[in-house]
Antibody, heavy 118, light 107 residues
Framework: QVQLVESGGGVVQPGRSLRLSCAAS????????MHWVRQAPGKGLEWVAA????????FYADSVKGRFILSRDNSKNTLYLQMNSLRGEDTAVYYC???????????WGQGTLVTVSS | EIMLTQSPATLSLSPGERATLSCRAS??????LGWYQQKPGQAPRLLIY???NRATGIPARFSGSGSGADFTLTISGLEPEDFAVYYC?????????FGGGTKVEIK
């Protein structure tokens, strides 16, 4: 079955970097746009970034533009989110999600928690 | 950026009752509006896409309606597993945005 497994979360100091990974299985990863969506503790959902199936196009939320870099390795069925210059407001559970019928999210991974704190 | 406003913030109902959730967009999104359900400690799940299409495996008691800027998610008879937070999302334009959520709680 379709499975998305995020990893790489943890506690990091403000200004530092962290790289998240999302391992995909059960579908042809190289055929799908992929997304990251985050959720701050006790808050709602915020779309973060998207990358086309071949990596040719990338879109970012203004809140992360210039600090986060999205990439993918289709040979490894893996999505990455390089997060630089981290801030306290980046603290959240980060979910990867597969694109469904042009920018719906289905399914989602279980999420990985990123905590930015000194 | 298109803003989505959900109301009410909290809906207190009993099992078997009908739930009506609203999502209003700051500008027209045509029918490019979807709904997600999130239970505590779990990832969200897609329920409805393109305003009125149920996603795979979603029970018929969930229905969506609306177009333009006003949308409704209806749960025709609440089951115990339906008590959760519901989010709307638009895909009409970048950035993709979500509403703030409606919590459906047991009365």
């Amino acid at each position: 079955q379709v499975q998305l497994v995020e990893s790489g979360g943890g506690v990091v100091q403000p200004g530092r970097s962290l790289r998240l990974s999302c391992a995909a299985s059960g579908f042809t990863f190289s055929s799908y746009t992929m997304h990251w969506v985050r959720q701050a503790p006790g808050k709602g959902l915020e779309w973060v970034a998207a990358i086309a199936y071949d990596g040719s196009n990338k879109f970012y939320a203004d809140s992360v533009k210039g600090r986060f870099i999205l990439s993918r390795d289709n040979s490894k069925n893996t999505l990455y989110l390089q997060m630089n210059s981290l801030r306290g407001e980046d603290t959240a559970v980060y979910y990867c999600a597969r694109d469904y019928l042009n920018h719906w999210f289905d399914p989602w991974g279980q999420g990985t928690l990123v905590t930015v704190s000194s | 950026e298109i803003m989505l406003t959900q109301s009410p913030a909290t809906l207190s109902l009993s099992p078997g009752e009908r739930a009506t959730l609203s999502c209003r967009a700051s500008q027209s999104v045509s029918n490019y509006l979807g709904w997600y359900q999130q239970k505590p400690g779990q990832a969200p799940r897609l329920l409805i896409y393109d305003a009125s299409n149920r996603a795979t495996g979603i029970p018929a008691r969930f229905s969506g309606s609306g177009s333009g800027a006003d949308f409704t998610l209806t749960i025709s008879g609440l089951e115990p597993e339906d008590f959760a937070v519901y989010y709307c999302q638009q895909r009409s334009s970048w950035p993709l945005t979500f509403g703030g959520g409606t919590k459906v709680e047991i009365k």
